[in-house]
Nanobody, 123 residues
Framework: QVQLVESGGGFVQPGGSLKLSCAAS????????MGWYRQAPGKERELVAR???????NFADFVKGRFTISRDNAKNTVYLQMNSLKPEDTAVYYC?????????????????WGQGTQVTISS
């Protein structure tokens, strides 16, 4: 099992920045995809960004150019740098990990979610 612990959420004004961190512990596969999702009240959970253990990334269109994702494989930690924040970015942000047993990410062997961290953007 893999445990995920997020940190870094908070309250900022529009245009501000926040950096989220998510540390994975337990048996973490060499091949994995760590990502950030968010869920606003009354809405479904949606992908924000994700990054493979090889460093490949993809982002939701609504955060391109504003958010970056990075990771430190030695620490099993993924980061989400959020800039130019908007009120519509307000949500609970969840960290996730998908583990694979091959470098082509073909079959998920394990998946886990963090407990979520609140991000609120308001003036």
């Amino acid at each position: 099992q893999v445990q995920l612990v997020e940190s870094g959420g908070g309250f900022v004004q529009p245009g501000g920045s926040l950096k989220l961190s998510c540390a994975a512990s337990g048996i973490v596969s060499t091949f994995n995809i760590m990502g950030w999702y968010r869920q606003a009240p009354g809405k479904e959970r949606e992908l924000v960004a994700r990054i493979t253990s090889g460093g490949d990334t993809n982002f939701a269109d609504f955060v391109k150019g504003r958010f970056t994702i990075s990771r430190d494989n030695a620490k099993n930690t993924v980061y989400l740098q959020m800039n130019s924040l908007k009120p519509e970015d307000t949500a609970v942000y969840y960290c996730s990990i998908l583990s694979y047993n091959d470098p082509y990410y073909q079959k998920v062997t394990l998946s886990s979610w963090g407990q979520g961290t609140q991000v609120t953007i308001s003036s």
